[in-house]
């Protein structure tokens, strides 16, 4: 937390994100090398995180709260600098892609998780670390990844998983083009297949992609996201063939469990901006957080930012536990997983243009940490899965699977007793999904309930009561306005702020 908060840190994203990554094509000599080069800041900030194991820990740890610590380093580095999280959280997830393929996961497992950021353009075998990138949209599909044309021929005699086999093809979105590892989809004569493909080859030459052009994205400025066509690509299936989406499904999860904590990462840190400005700035002989009506928003963003926390770390821990034999945990991981990746996703927006906004026209500057927050905050809910698509993957777990729900509602169980707002609150919400049928045209409705009755859940088990009071009474009981700030009379705000406060002395 510490070096994440430094000044080095600061100094290093706000470098990164001012001098963007830059497209080689080609060398001197006119040579295809589809290179990408970065300010010194990006590798910096790349080693740092390896180095501190955000990418590995889950994996290298062998205890019980490997998964919550993991996910403890991304909330913190997610305060850092946003662009080199997206690298970090997929080379985490590839561990549970790579499972399903015992000979390449021992192969690459070693590589993936040390702690050991090599940035040099050569064969990923050469390295004593790598990144793990993805290759998966088209423009023709975009989330429906069953719409994939990109074409997968075998290289030799033997196919099917371990197979080597050319990948003829584009896509629309490449996350991480540096990648020295990524995985691809693509489609063979049984079906959407899974491949894993390294970024170069034994020979030191570029594996057999064209990079056609980064994209000028809105926010994730220091990231280098990309087009690029393969044409007969080196590559290995990973998985059983036919079975592309479910091979890659458990990455996915993983995925969308960390754009949850990431996003609370983002809204900590600009709740920490808010508070920092808020004190520091006078008005009407008053510190503004001394100004009632501003306490009420800073609160109100406190409030928000614990409850995104406590979620996304208490599911890290439904992970873990999960991933130790516990069938409950994973269940309870399996449909809340989507239910908070949405929800934090889609309240970070909002969220942090309100934080922006406590620092007046100063926040709108692009010199500002803010600016760049504010940019960074839509990307989350579009990554891994849109809105919609993210209600009807929790959905569709309870349809399929029903001790998710059961699952669901023992957690929420936990706290029965403590809040009467909260008891009726869950009681209707059982029953809504009780009546099974009709849910879809209702999805963004239910899936927020339920983020908000998990949320007040932990809250009143493991907040101040201050906090948790002030939940129950805006979100669940609706004494609430449509924008941050707008409380009720009567609550404990100035406790609220005090707990949400960086001791700057520590």
Known sequence: GAEVGSAAVQRLARQANRNLPELRTHDRFGNRIDVIDFHPAWHELMRRTWESETHAYAWTHDRSGAQVARAALSYLWNQGENGVCCPMGMTYASIAALRHDPALHDAWAPRINARAYDPRAVHAADKPGVTVGMAMTEKQGGSDLRATQTIAVAATPRRGAGAEYRLTGHKWFFSVPMS????????????????????????????????????????????????????????????????GIRTIIEMAHLTRLDFAVGSAGLMRQALSQAIAHTTGRRAFQ???????????????????????????????????????????????????????????????????????????????????????????????????????VICLDALRAMQRAPETTEAYLDELRRARGADRRYDAFVDRLAARLAEKQGLEPVARQVVERMALALQAGLLLRHAPDAVAEAFCATRLDGDWGHAYGALPAGLDTGAIVDRARIDTDA
């Open 180 to 243: 020295d590892v990524f995985l691809t989809l693509a489609q063979t004569e049984g079906g959407l297949s899974c491949f894993l493909a390294t970024g170069w080859l034994p020979d030191g030459t570029r594996n057999r992609l064209k990079l056609q052009r980064l994209k000028d994205k809105c926010g994730n400025k220091s990231n280098a996201s990309s087009e690029v066509e393969f044409y007969g690509l080196h590559a290995v299936m990973l998985g059983d063939e036919g079975r």
């Open 286 to 388: 008053r510190a503004l957080v001394d100004l009632p009506i501003m306490r009420g928003v800073i609160a109100d963003l406190a409030i928000e930012s614990e409850a995104m926390t406590w979620m996304g770390l208490r599911l890290a821990g439904a992970l873990d536990a999960g991933e130790r034999g516990d069938a409950a945990e994973a269940a309870l991981s399996r449909v809340a997983t989507p239910v908070a990746k949405y929800w934090a996703c889609k309240r970070a927006p909002g969220f942090v243009a309100e934080a922006l906004e406590c620092h007046g026209g100063n926040g709108f500057i692009a010199d500002h940490l803010m600016e760049r927050l504010y940019r960074e905050a839509p990307l989350n809910g579009i990554w891994e899965g849109t809105g919609n």
